[in-house]
């Protein structure tokens, strides 16, 4: 799954790159987890990060209202 060049980007199944970026977030949540560092969540009103024993914390307040995405290109690198 190496891309040597530019023009070879778009040969990668896209598969292959979804399940690479999945392994990597779960182990980066193993981790986290581990450190009860807590998960982050945005809800409308603001962002909280829920700890291990269930403990929720408000770290921001703000209008986080839901957007649409327009463009539907991602580009992973």
């Known amino acids: ?31 986290v987890d581990a450190m009860d560092l807590g998960r982050t969540e945005v809800k409308t009103d603001g962002v909280y990060r829920t700890f291990n024993n269930g403990e929720t914390v408000k770290i921001s307040s703000g209008n986080f209202k839901k957007k649409r995405v327009e463009k539907k290109k991602i580009k992973l690198f």
């Open 1 to 31: 799954m190496t891309v040597k060049s530019l023009r070879d980007e778009d040969k990668l199944p896209i598969k292959k790159v979804i399940n690479a970026i999945n392994k990597t977030m779960d182990d980066v949540l193993r981790v």
